[in-house]
């Protein structure tokens, strides 16, 4: 019904920065609700970053002041730039919605990921 895809991860030093992008597509009405979240290796998944259809913004604490997630609601996209980075944000990165489908139901869907790597 509603596919989510991410792009943009990939390896950078510590210091640099990168650009996340999810794309929604499928039988979408509208999205409540895009965040990202992430998990490393041996650790439980972790919201990094959310932001509600009317603009409402939250971040982890791990990120805040580092990161920036913004959406595109009329092409159904989520992008999340991250600065700054670190080695601990090493992680695979997913994008998840919360969707209203032409249904009239809501639904969460998630991204298949993408890796985020930080080292020199």
């Known amino acids: 019904q509603v596919q989510l895809v991410e792009s943009g991860g990939g390896l950078v030093q510590p210091g640099g920065s990168l650009r996340l992008a999810c794309a929604a597509s499928?039988?979408?009405?509208?999205?409540?609700?895009m965040a990202w979240y992430r998990q490393a290796p041996g650790k439980q998944r972790e919201l990094v970053a959310v932001m509600t259809s009317g603009g409402g913004k939250n971040y982890g604490d791990s990120v805040k002041g580092r990161f920036t997630i913004s959406r595109d609601n009329a092409k159904n996209m989520a992008y999340l730039q991250m600065n700054t980075l670190k080695p601990e944000d090493t992680a695979v990165y997913y994008c998840?919605?919360?969707?209203?489908?032409?249904?009239?139901?809501?639904?969460?869907?998630w991204g298949q990921g993408t890796q985020v790597t930080v080292s020199s």
């Open positions: 998840y919605a919360n969707v209203r489908l032409l249904t009239i139901q809501t639904k969460d869907y």
């Open positions: 499928g039988t979408i009405s509208s999205i409540l609700t």
